[in-house]
């Protein structure tokens, strides 16, 4: 079935470092990619998504790049602030099928002032 | 504000007990998610509404079911529960289904079976 996988954290990092975050996807269809960010004691938001390959998605700073020849897509920052403190989602939604969210681990990001 | 109400927001009780959890999505929102989320487990997708009928099913328990009311809210009930149950569940609604939209996630209900 349908999976997405992302590095495990937690990550820590100094204030205005480059950040990047792993993930890597399987589907059977063509599915769109996300990544949603959860704040201590919050739902998740979306931050950014791309519906096909090659697509770029962006928000605050965040990037991500849709790669269908590797799967991926990961999530890069070029300078974090302490404000970006956060568990941080990747997830697919496989249009083939249904169009249910299939969400990674998260990854715990703490960063440093 | 994501415009996603989830009730109660804390809940607690024993195990062998039967629990309701709410949701109501954003308005004029069809779509509507259940997930549960644990440490060791991650967010894992329970089952799916869309419109008042079930449009996806994940790895939701037997003792588990939801449902989707004409007004488009949604409960999700949890019977028999144990120990292992203890996780917090979030709804999320979208306008159809994700598939070009982004899903809002209410603040979740945080359940603890003791």
């Known amino acids: 079935g349908d999976s997405v996988t992302q590095m495990e954290g937690p990550v820590t990092l100094s204030e205005e470092a480059f950040l990047t975050i792993n993930c890597t996807y399987t589907?059977?269809?063509?599915?769109?990619l996300f990544w949603y960010v959860q704040y201590p004691g919050e739902g998740l938001q979306l931050l950014l998504k791309?519906?096909?390959?090659?697509d770029k998605g962006s928000n605050k700073g965040f990037e991500a790049t849709y790669r269908k020849e590797t799967t991926s897509f990961h999530l890069e920052k070029g300078s974090v602030q302490v404000s970006d403190s956060a568990v941080y989602f990747c997830?697919?939604?496989?249009?083939?099928?249904?169009?249910?969210?299939?969400f990674g681990k998260g990854t715990r990001l703490h960063i440093l002032p | 504000d994501s415009g996603v109400t989830q009730t109660p927001k804390h809940l607690i009780t024993a195990t062998g007990q039967r629990v309701t959890l709410r949701c109501s999505p954003r308005?004029?929102?069809?779509?509507v998610y259940w997930y549960q989320q644990s440490l060791d487990q991650g967010l894992q997708f329970l089952i799916q509404?869309?419109?008042?009928?079930?449009?996806a099913k994940g790895n939701i328990l037997e003792r588990f079911s939801a449902q989707q009311f004409p007004d488009l809210h949604s409960e999700l009930n949890l019977s028999s529960l144990e120990l292992g149950d203890s996780a917090l569940y979030f709804c999320?609604?979208?306008?159809?289904?994700?598939?070009?939209?982004?899903?809002?996630f209410g603040q979740g209900t945080r359940l603890t079976v003791v």
């Open positions: 999320a609604s979208s306008p159809e289904g994700a598939l070009n939209t982004e899903a809002f």
């Open positions: 589907a059977t269809g063509y599915p769109s």
């Open positions: 791309a519906t096909k390959a090659d």
């Open positions: 997830a697919l939604s496989d249009r083939g099928r249904d169009d249910k969210i299939i």
């Open positions: 308005s004029g929102d069809l779509s």
């Open positions: 509404y869309y419109n008042g009928e079930e449009r």
